[in-house]
């Protein structure tokens, strides 16, 4: 049952590891109300599960990158699914918002695994032009999860509880061990592993932290999923708040965003498997988000949008999302093979910081009655993005990364 790396069947394996979290948030969701109700807590209590879902998330990555470039990428996985599964069957059964909000940060340690893994595992099977398309085809099956999650939530929530949401993570937790176990081969080369020793992990990140391609494309990346989460964080004030959109119609706007979302990884996998540089990629995606986030910014300053002009630019943002990420991606980590799990590690925590920051800063800005807290951090975080590149990594870089 050993999957090919080749296969359709490996690389939906991969989207669907990196898929765990997108998944584990989105479909949550819609249950945070009644949630709150059942556990006799606030709604800002009920929040927290995000939170520090998010929390788990983000520091266990720094531990699974090391883990993964000593051990392998194989054992690190099976303990990821292994922790989520179990941590969403204990979510199912919390008795107390303390328990589940305890349960959730293990929830959300045990899926970093899969992040950092992947890519870790595209970078040890691929190279170049090959190596940025697989990376785009798991990000267009990792894109199907906030597409259905909401949806999925809430059809779970018409037949059952809130609880049976976390056991139905549980459920695909435990599936993803299966497959791991039956169909991963081993894919960290001898020769690029490196000691697990306290030493040894503080120079690898002191060389990622102060390599400026590692940092740098992370920082891209970082604001990339800044100008993304941002549209995650106010979408729900905008459209229910301000467009009074039913929440059928809500999700399937979210579901709209979320295919072109998968529209940009297919294309820019297509595009990548057919010789096409990723630096004209990578730029492309960078100058259509910022135009559409300015023009975001544009209609929101005028007065209250509508619906028919907005979706169009969230879209066309969204979908550049798959241009910018696979390509910042092969340009941050290609040339450290040896270390590839601390640089997915490192490239893993920014992007979480960035996203958070991005969405404390909608929710601070939020005044009840303007989608420009919204459109403003995304404009924001995407002309960051169009300056570092085009300022910085461009010119520094331009013969070094691009045309090898």
Same mark, same amino acid.
């Given at each position: 049952?050993?999957?090919?790396?080749?296969?359709?069947?490996?690389?939906? +394996?991969?989207?669907?590891?990196?898929?765990?979290?997108?998944?584990?948030?989105?479909?949550?969701?819609?249950?945070?109300?009644?949630?709150?109700l059942s556990l006799h807590t606030t709604p800002a209590a009920a929040a927290y599960t995000l939170t520090f879902?998010?929390? @788990?998330?983000?520091?266990?990555?720094?531990?699974?990158?090391?883990?993964?470039?000593?051990?392998?990428?194989?054992?690190?996985?099976?303990?990821?699914?292994?922790?989520?599964?179990?941590?969403?069957?204990?979510?199912?059964?919390?008795?107390?918002?303390?328990?589940?909000?305890?349960?959730?940060?293990?929830?959300?340690?045990?899926?970093?695994? /899969?992040?950092?893994?992947?890519?870790?595992?595209?970078?040890?099977?691929?190279?170049?032009?090959?190596?940025?398309?697989?990376?785009?085809?798991?990000?267009?099956?990792?894109? $199907?999860?906030? %597409?259905?999650?909401?949806?999925?939530?809430?059809?779970?929530?018409?037949?059952?509880?809130?609880?049976?949401?976390?056991?139905?993570?549980?459920?695909?937790?435990?599936?993803?061990?299966?497959?791991?176990?039956?169909?991963?081969?081993?894919?960290?080369?001898?020769?690029?592993?490196?000691?697990?020793?306290?030493?040894?992990?503080?120079?690898?990140?002191?060389?990622?932290?102060?390599?400026?391609?590692? +940092?740098?494309?992370?920082?891209?990346?970082?604001?990339?999923?800044?100008?993304?989460?941002?549209?995650?964080?106010?979408?729900?004030?905008?459209? +229910?708040?301000?467009l009074h959109l039913s929440l059928f119609a809500y999700a399937a706007t979210f579901a709209a965003t979320a295919? @072109?979302?998968?529209?940009?990884?297919?294309?820019?996998?297509?595009?990548?498997?057919?010789?096409?540089?990723?630096?004209?990629?990578?730029?492309?995606?960078?100058?259509?988000?910022?135009?559409?986030?300015?023009? +975001?910014?544009?209609?929101?300053?005028?007065?209250?949008?509508?619906?028919?002009?907005?979706?169009?630019?969230l879209v066309l943002n969204t979908s550049c999302y798959g241009l910018i990420v696979p390509n910042a991606t092969?340009?941050? $980590?290609?040339? $450290?093979?040896?270390?590839?799990?601390?640089?997915?590690?490192?490239?893993?925590?920014?992007?979480?910081?960035?996203?958070?920051?991005? /969405?404390?800063? $909608?929710?601070?800005?939020?005044? /009840?009655?303007?989608?420009?807290?919204?459109?403003?951090?995304?404009?924001?975080?995407?002309?960051?993005?169009?300056?570092?590149?085009?300022?910085?990594?461009?010119? %520094?870089?331009?013969?070094?990364?691009?045309?090898?």
């Open positions: 049952m050993r999957m090919r790396p080749q296969s359709i069947g490996f690389t939906l +394996l991969l989207g669907a590891l990196s898929s765990l979290t997108p998944l584990s948030i989105d479909i949550g969701l819609p249950a945070l109300s009644k949630l709150a879902y998010l929390a @788990g998330f983000a520091l266990l990555q720094l531990l699974y990158g090391p883990l993964a470039d000593s051990y392998g990428r194989k054992p690190v996985l099976l303990i990821g699914a292994i922790i989520f599964s179990i941590s969403g069957l204990a979510c199912a059964q919390a008795s107390s918002i303390t328990a589940l909000i305890a349960w959730r940060f293990l929830q959300g340690a045990g899926a970093a695994a /899969g992040v950092v893994t992947t890519l870790a595992m595209v970078r040890d099977l691929f190279e170049g032009s090959e190596m940025r398309a697989r990376l785009s085809y798991v990000s267009t099956v990792m894109a $199907v999860s906030p %597409a259905i999650a909401p949806a999925l939530g809430g059809a779970i929530l018409y037949f059952a509880s809130w609880r049976a949401i976390y056991a139905m993570l549980a459920i695909a937790g435990s599936v993803l061990v299966i497959f791991i176990w039956l169909g991963v081969t081993e894919t960290l080369s001898p020769m690029h592993q490196v000691r697990f020793h306290p030493r040894q992990i503080m120079t690898s990140y002191r060389r990622i932290l102060t390599d400026p391609r590692c +940092l740098g494309f992370g920082l891209v990346m970082t604001c990339a999923f800044g100008n993304l989460f941002a549209y995650v964080t106010g979408s729900s004030y905008v459209m +229910l708040d301000i295919c @072109g979302l998968m529209l940009g990884s297919f294309v820019n996998g297509q595009l990548n498997a057919r010789g096409v540089s990723h630096h004209f990629l990578l730029q492309t995606g960078l100058s259509v988000a910022l135009i559409a986030t300015i023009l +975001l910014v544009i209609i929101t300053w005028a007065g209250v949008p509508r619906l028919i002009v907005l979706l169009p630019l092969y340009a941050a $980590v290609n040339h $450290v093979p040896e270390i590839a799990g601390v640089a997915s590690a490192v490239i893993g925590s920014l992007r979480m910081i960035g996203g958070a920051i991005s /969405g404390v800063a $909608v929710a601070w800005w939020y005044n /009840g009655t303007s989608a420009l807290a919204m459109t403003g951090v995304m404009s924001l975080a995407a002309i960051i993005a169009f300056l570092l590149y085009f300022l910085w990594l461009r010119p %520094a870089f331009r013969t070094e990364v691009f045309f090898v």
